[in-house]
């Protein structure tokens, strides 16, 4: 009933507070005879790693992850699989402020209203830094998709919005996504947001974005209707990432103004293939994969923590302003991509052994 | 692992198809001690009711639910309640055509890929019918909210956008939305919208829209971080309600665009409460109610049978063509309206018994 | 986090009360195309249908199941199965006795306590007529079993003990347990229990048993350690059964004085096939499967529905006086035989499932 | 659906091996603001730790349990309490017999056909060493309960049957349980054990035994009818441990063949108290704890290792023997105690947490 835990065949629980001594997870559910390694993981992190470029926050954690079961001489036995991460940067400074402030935008307020209790630390459990446990136990969901289906599934994800600025997907290149620090794949509008991101740095404040997630070659009858439909579980898997305010599921919100002859995908055949003339649906028909590519687009909010003086209350009921120092991201949407990436892998691998648990073996 | 129930502590199961006999469901873990009766949740399935404008389907279904047990003199007992409703409106048609040819846009092709058969007769288990359901599991839930908080709480919900058309918020009363059959609080637009559908229905067309839901008085605290924070369990919820393909919280999309001082809502005092100046959040911090008002939208597709012939294959691999004929809604985003009010009474009142699990009984 | 579901993968969820109009179950996760009709089920609730000896209660139910959903010209949909059985014989007796009066060894008392409200028509929820709803789900087990593995697997159980009175294995005949009214596999020892419980009948008294249910045709491999090891779930399964108050595997209590010489099953090789020299350890090993026979044994307590008068309290606590009128089974035991055969189809199709999930197709 | 969970409310899942870094687990669910720190559940786990006198296997555990996470200023938080304990004494031996041979009694075999790969060092996940995790987590469930109900809830074990000897109830006294190595509560039958184990312990024998769980001052209504019955979730949660074949609720077996007279206990008033007149149900009725003390009992089966060789087969599908050297406990039932009393404990603060999200606050 508490909800650290995620999935329900790929089923991981993630623990630990920003500036506890450790962040882990453990994964169940995960098939045996696949091979992996620490490595396997790591790179995963790597991208997701915090103070790669200016900008993004500037704490630095090498995040090696360890695995410390369920691997035996190098392949998975269908035990639980635990992972660990311990935290290295966690800087003994003042927390007065925080301690007793509530700041704006923040879980602080609602944590205290909860629990009674918050560990203010770096934001405690509510804290961004969770979701490093969420890229590893991905990137072990990514091995489980490589090992139950013959052909690769391929998972991408890229940053197509900056505050107000889209990209233009006619520019779409996903080579391009790694040559800048920001996912995104408009080689123009990568140079442009450099600019712009850099000014909204420099006045300590910070932005929204738009993520779009995408994966090919996911086999048709994956999601299980009417609830655990597929875009029902991936809305809250992307909803429950950080800073997360919507989700949309191929056309998502602009299906409203369409009419039915326009958002429908037509179907045709091409060889022996089923194939469509469209992906209005996002890949996702009734709740389940059609075989198309899915895609999933959310939006995260700003980071609250700026450096203009906000109105707030404290813990013991007064007014008070707050500002929030501190090492932060002028746009967290950045660093929400492999996170983002991660929770499409493990949506995808829970669906997959669910569909064979009821169907048998499936292939793409 | 398969997919037929919805939540923890208020967890309900649904079952039928559109032309079987009945519809169902079971309600488990509703506190006992609750006045219930049939007619209590007659009053949201009327609402819901298709046949009741010319705006919605034909098919003319009393919708009559039964209550089969967990009542005991007009009193729940904390045993599960089982609804059922007999589907009576089962035109005897020949379904030749859908029985073999996948309807674009509609979940054919997916089911037969998923199971390898399906019930064609209305859609099946993929039929907008099911939500009759939620809405009676709805009616329930609001009970619930009303027995174990001292305060009502108040769940609305109401049209706000209809094909490219928004209302404007300036307009906003609900008590408008029981005036018009579109469930609009903007009167102006209301009027406006009637002959835009019109127009779609006599073309055989049919348009997508956004709904929103309200709930005020929800208390703080609710929400299960990280994974059952109470945004992504709502946001699931929406995701599962046929054709909708986005879900905002809040400030929603445009948090995207927004500036960390323009997003984040400030906190002040009201006497001896906590308010905020702004409700960018929608009432959600760190996947916790703040107590404020819980704010959600959802983008419903236009319903893919139209009248305008639509390539696609049929079940033997064949390219051929369909039109959809029979009764249907030009904007099923009219009936989504008690439909998605009914998920949240349902998301809330599950987290209400959650959070009364883990910290004790609680107020609003 | 209310208790009325069993099983993950093959999931099911009881409803109704004793004198209700109906009781029922919704099964999930039944894999589609598989041949169904309520046929298939009535022979099973046949068998543990009431009244069919003067040994079982009198109450007279034609017990006949209908299939609301779930099943589409004859075959599994893959969606969830909908079961319906009404409720007939609900004498309009006068309850005010129990009604106010807690029945000792019953359960009113503690309904009362936990629920501060209670259905005493019958018994209500409480009662073993919610078994059964197990029978006929237990049905639809055995069909998953058939379809999913290639060879079948064979479910019996049998009445080993009534009251101080245990069979004598050397004796033990299947075909037997269908020739007496007891499922007892001793035809000698089926004849002395006639005159045995004649007497405790007409004295208006009632007698424990012990059950033993035997399932040959197990594949290897099921069973979710640690915490769902098939044996755990059997347990949990068995003493979910109505007056069962102790479950054994295998050598069962027995172990407890057996040495690690006598205890431990040796293997050996029988053409291609491991084998074991004896099965002390009831077909698991380490709460996995192990492909020899799965035995589970419980024991059944003796109805507290007796003639002699028994003082108890009332609910407005006064100390009072009760005999339990009405109809009753001097030896529940009996009618509990084909409840634990279900309830261990229904385990091993759970498993079975869930193994499937893990590791993929699987044989016999 | 893997099964390394255990529990709803209060939900623990274990992760390790026997021979890997360190075994550990998460506990979700527990309520926030309870004083907590590793030292508290340290004194449950010296009372299990191995090595304690020569009748337990020698392996050398400081066990040193450490918290990482969901506790700040020593306070529960609410979030995740992550426990961990290092592996120390991993002997680097070799493993080469066992690695290739299944130990008869062991789950060597169905390790290796349910998952094609099985950690045999140490018996991998399969060794009782996990149970270290169940005392750590019900150290924990102990504190849930104290702060949750405001009287004490008592939770004893007791070693009630060694081999064929059982204890003289007559001399059942709690405090000579800590006096003696055995958990024993009768001094008389600790003596004789000891000369009747010492000499199965120089024959490199083993033996099984039979354990005595009890709790007192538990409320009535905890247990959620009809799956998750109290005495169907103390089955499982007793049946998930290591060796165990046989569990029991009160009278238990013995229930079986007593007359309905004989079974059902009366109850009377004391003061403004319900008293019961015995306690054969063994504190649950109808699934439901009554408030009485609540007694359960298992079997433990003799450990398999042993020094007789035994009869096997190897992975490579050839016949064999096996001596089962090294370090092992004669009598493992001794051990099972503290782990008995570590399920119980958990079974009860979960359904206490679960009564709670049903009905509201409860007493004791």
């Keep these: 009933m508490a909800g650290n835990s995620f999935g329900e065949a790929f089923r991981f629980t993630t623990w630990g507070e920003s500036h506890g001594p450790a962040i882990g997870c453990v994964v169940d559910g995960v098939p045996p005879r696949i091979p992996l390694e620490a490595a396997d993981l790591q790179g ?5 790693k915090p103070g790669q470029s200016r900008f993004t926050t500037q704490r630095r954690e090498p995040d090696q992850v360890k695995i410390l079961s369920g691997v035996f001489e190098g392949m998975t036995t269908g035990t639980p699989i635990s992972l660990l991460i311990e935290n ?3 800087r003994s400074k003042d927390y007065g402020d925080i301690a007793d ?17 918050r560990d203010y630390r770096g934001g405690g459990r509510s804290s961004a830094r969770e979701t490093a446990m969420r890229v590893a ?4 969901a990514r091995k489980v998709l490589g090992h139950v289906l013959p052909l690769p599934v391929s998972i991408r994800g890229a940053l197509v919005q900056m505050g107000p600025h889209k990209i233009d997907r006619a520019n779409w290149d996903w080579a391009e996504t790694t040559e800048n620090p920001f996912w995104c794949p408009d080689s123009v ?32 009858g994956l999601g299980e209707p009417v609830y655990d439909k597929l875009d029902a579980d991936l809305a809250k898997a992307m909803m429950s990432i950080n800073a997360v305010k919507a989700v949309e599921i191929g056309a998502g919100l602009e299906a409203a103004a369409l009419s039915g002859e326009e ?14 003339t469209s992906n209005k649906a996002g890949g ?8 198309q590519d899915v895609v999933v687009r959310f939006a995260v909010k700003p980071t609250s923590s700026i450096l203009t003086p906000r109105k707030t209350v404290d813990r013991h009921g007064q007014e008070t302003e707050i500002v929030t120092k501190g090492r932060h991201d002028p746009c967290v949407g950045i660093r929400a991509v492999p996170v983002g990436e991660a929770m499409m ?8 052994l669910r569909q064979r648990a009821l169907c048998g073996n499936i292939e793409n």
């Design 189 to 220: 509008a990568a140079k442009d947001w450099e600019g712009y991101l850099d000014g909204l740095r420099k006045a300590g404040s910070s932005i929204g974005a738009v993520i779009e997630v995408v994966a090919a070659g996911v086999p048709a």
């Design 137 to 140: 136990a991905g990137g072990i």
């Design 263 to 276: 958002n429908a995908d037509e179907m045709r055949k091409e060889g022996n293939r089923v194939v469509f």
């Design 44 to 48: 995963w992190l790597d991208a997701r």
């Design 101 to 117: 402030k509530f700041r704006p935008g923040h879980a602080d307020y609602t944590y205290w209203q909860k629990y009674g209790i």
């Design 88 to 90: 290295q940067d966690q």
């Design 284 to 291: 996702v028909l009734g709740g389940i994969s059609s075989g």
């Design 345 to 352: 892998a493990i949506v995808l691998a829970d669906h997959l």
